[in-house]
């Protein structure tokens, strides 16, 4: 037997854009069930990029995002950015910043301007807005402070002497040091998810705090590899700092690693907090389109729930969060079987050089919308006018090269959830 439910929203994802959407909506009243799996932000760094790259300086980083914006719309005026103006995204990443520091995720930007942080591979990451554990990393990087960087034996893919030495000239490094954490010095393999769960516990926390401190010496800040507790990172920081005497901040590792995780927590019980019912590691897997609204059967494998909702959001992602599909004959969104714009044929889906100065094209296919977000049929219309989708799954947009990812995903979910409270408002006043 399925469980029926009525909503306002249903959204459908529960990445950075469905988050978002459902945080919009229930600040603005909307009643909203969320349904999707954590997928894809399991991987992610932890920050927030608005737009890392200008297309003036292709593959270089920006220090002005809302100029590079500003760019980016005279030479594409097709990209989501260019359906929203410089003030309606400054609005949208304040608000969701806003909701993220109600909901525990404390996340530091300096308006208007880049930041950047150093990456487990010793490059220099560029962002719009840092987790707190990632801060003193970027001051240390920008005023040039005198770093120890340590790592823990058994770590993979992580290794304080490689990032010293990729970041030769950029950080000054003291010293690096490998250590043994405590409880683990037997094991040939340690996990970041093990020991952030182990720095929650004072004793264990203490034992660390006691092998490194005597490496510190002249180091004016400590990196540590991303470890520093999974719900409890805040109280882990300050505790190590104390222990240290002097700043610490983290180096993010390899995907996936704790820094997506501890996002997802904080941001689901935020969104609980505000009543969204989160129908957690389900999909939705049927959508039947009426004329008032959607009726949408909700589950793991058959339908445990069936929404009735006056409104959709489409927040699926592209491929990693299976929003869109690739068969042999093309990309496809198989919910609402809408249109996707991609490539004509497969052979143009990538260029023949990898790092190719222009990006591939199937890196840019997705669902084209309105300039409301509303995705259009074949013949140029919006499918529903209570149907929206944001982020990934949007077409025209490379996320990853331009380094936009939560950005696009929060301004369209913003954007499409201020025309849907209209729309709403609009309809009740006509009734
Ligand atoms: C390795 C990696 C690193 C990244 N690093 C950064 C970074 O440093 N900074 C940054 O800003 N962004 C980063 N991103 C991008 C960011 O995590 C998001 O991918 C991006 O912001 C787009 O989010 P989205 O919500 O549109 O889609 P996704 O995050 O892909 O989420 C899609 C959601 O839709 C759900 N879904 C799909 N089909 C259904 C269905 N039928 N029913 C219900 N739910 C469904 C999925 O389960 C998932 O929850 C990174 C991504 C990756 C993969």
Same mark, same amino acid.
């Given at each position: 037997?399925?469980?029926?439910? +009525?909503?306002?929203?249903?959204?459908?994802?529960?990445?950075?854009?469905?988050?978002?959407?459902?945080?919009?909506?229930?600040?603005?009243?909307?009643?909203?069930?969320?349904?999707?799996?954590?997928?894809?932000?399991?991987?992610?760094?932890?920050?927030?990029?608005?737009?890392?790259?200008?297309?003036?300086?292709?593959?270089?980083?920006?220090?002005?995002?809302?100029?590079?914006?500003?760019?980016?719309?005279?030479? +594409?005026?097709?990209?989501?950015?260019?359906?929203?103006? +410089?003030?309606?995204?400054?609005?949208?990443?304040?608000?969701?910043?806003?909701?993220?520091?109600?909901?525990?995720?404390?996340?530091?930007?300096?308006?208007?301007?880049?930041?950047?942080?150093?990456?487990?591979?010793?490059?220099?990451?560029?962002?719009?807005?840092?987790?707190?554990?990632?801060?003193?990393?970027?001051?240390?990087?920008?005023?040039?402070?005198?770093?120890?960087?340590?790592?823990?034996?058994?770590?993979?893919?992580? *290794?304080?002497?490689?990032?010293?030495?990729?970041?030769?000239?950029?950080?000054?490094?003291?010293?690096?040091?490998?250590?043994?954490? &405590?409880?683990?010095?037997?094991?040939?393999?340690?996990?970041?998810?093990?020991?952030?769960?182990?720095?929650?516990? *004072?004793?264990?926390?203490?034992?660390?705090?006691?092998?490194?401190?005597?490496?510190?010496?002249?180091?004016?800040?400590?990196?540590?590899?991303?470890?520093?507790?999974?719900?409890?990172?805040?109280?882990?920081?300050?505790?190590?700092?104390?222990?240290?005497?002097? &700043?610490?901040?983290?180096?993010?590792?390899?995907?996936?690693?704790?820094?997506?995780?501890?996002?997802?927590?904080?941001?689901?019980?935020?969104?609980?907090?505000?009543?969204?019912?989160?129908?957690?590691?389900?999909?939705?897997?049927?959508?039947?389109?009426?004329?008032?609204?959607?009726?949408?059967?909700?589950?793991?494998?058959?339908?445990?729930?069936?929404?009735? *909702?006056?409104?959709?959001?489409?927040?699926?992602?592209?491929?990693?969060?299976?929003?869109?599909?690739?068969?042999?004959?093309?990309?496809?969104?198989?919910?609402? +079987?809408?249109?996707?714009?991609?490539?004509?044929?497969?052979?143009?889906?990538?260029?023949?050089?990898?790092?190719?100065?222009?990006?591939?094209?199937?890196?840019?296919?997705?669902?084209?919308?309105?300039?409301?977000?509303? &995705?259009?049929?074949?013949?140029?219309?919006?499918?529903?006018?209570?149907?929206?989708?944001?982020?990934?799954?949007?077409?025209?947009?490379?996320?990853?090269?331009?380094?936009?990812?939560?950005?696009?995903?929060?301004?369209?979910?913003?954007?499409?959830?201020?025309?849907?409270?209209?729309?709403?408002?609009?309809?009740?006043?006509?009734?």
């Amino acid at each position: 037997m399925s469980q029926d439910i +009525n909503c306002d929203l249903m959204v459908i994802g529960a990445g950075i854009a469905g988050m978002a959407a459902a945080a919009f909506a229930t600040a603005r009243g909307i009643s909203v069930v969320q349904a999707g799996l954590a997928t894809t932000t399991m991987f992610a760094s932890g920050c927030f990029d608005l737009l890392g790259v200008s297309p003036e300086y292709p593959g270089r980083s920006c220090e002005k995002p809302f100029e590079a914006i500003d760019a980016l719309r005279n030479v +594409n005026s097709a990209h989501p950015y260019a359906r929203l103006q +410089n003030d309606e995204i400054r609005t949208a990443f304040d608000e969701f910043l806003s909701f993220c520091r109600e909901s525990g995720l404390e996340m530091h930007c300096r308006p208007e301007v880049n930041m950047h942080f150093a990456t487990p591979v010793g490059t220099v990451k560029t962002t719009y807005a840092v987790p707190a554990s990632l801060l003193h990393g970027v001051h240390a990087l920008s005023s040039q402070t005198p770093c120890l960087l340590a790592d823990v034996k058994g770590l993979k893919g992580y *290794s304080a002497r490689q990032v010293a030495f990729m970041l030769d000239g950029q950080l000054p490094v003291t010293d690096v040091v490998r250590l043994s954490f &405590p409880g683990f010095e037997d094991k040939a393999d340690v996990y970041v998810r093990q020991m952030a769960l182990a720095m929650e516990n *004072s004793r264990i926390r203490n034992e660390f705090v006691a092998r490194l401190l005597p490496h510190v010496g002249e180091a004016q800040a400590v990196g540590l590899p991303a470890m520093l507790g999974l719900s409890r990172c805040r109280e882990v920081l300050r505790a190590v700092q104390d222990g240290l005497g002097v &700043p610490v901040f983290e180096i993010p590792t390899m995907p996936p690693g704790v820094a997506g995780e501890r996002m997802k927590l904080a941001l689901d019980e935020g969104l609980r907090m505000r009543g969204v019912r989160i129908l957690n590691r389900r999909n939705v897997l049927d959508v039947q389109v009426l004329e008032d609204g959607f009726r949408l059967e909700v589950g793991s494998e058959w339908p445990e729930y069936v929404v009735q *909702s006056k409104a959709v959001l489409l927040a699926s992602g592209r491929f990693l969060g299976k929003g869109l599909v690739a068969k042999r004959t093309g990309v496809e969104e198989l919910l609402f +079987n809408i249109p996707v714009s991609q490539p004509e044929s497969r052979d143009k889906w990538h260029e023949d050089a990898f790092f190719a100065e222009g990006g591939h094209a199937i890196n840019r296919a997705g669902i084209v919308s309105d300039n409301d977000f509303r &995705p259009m049929d074949r013949q140029g219309k919006p499918v529903h006018e209570n149907l929206f989708a944001a982020g990934a799954i949007l077409a025209n947009q490379d996320w990853m090269r331009e380094k936009s990812g939560t950005g696009i995903a929060v301004c369209s979910a913003y954007h499409a959830v201020c025309t849907l409270v209209r729309n709403l408002e609009f309809k009740q006043s006509g009734e």
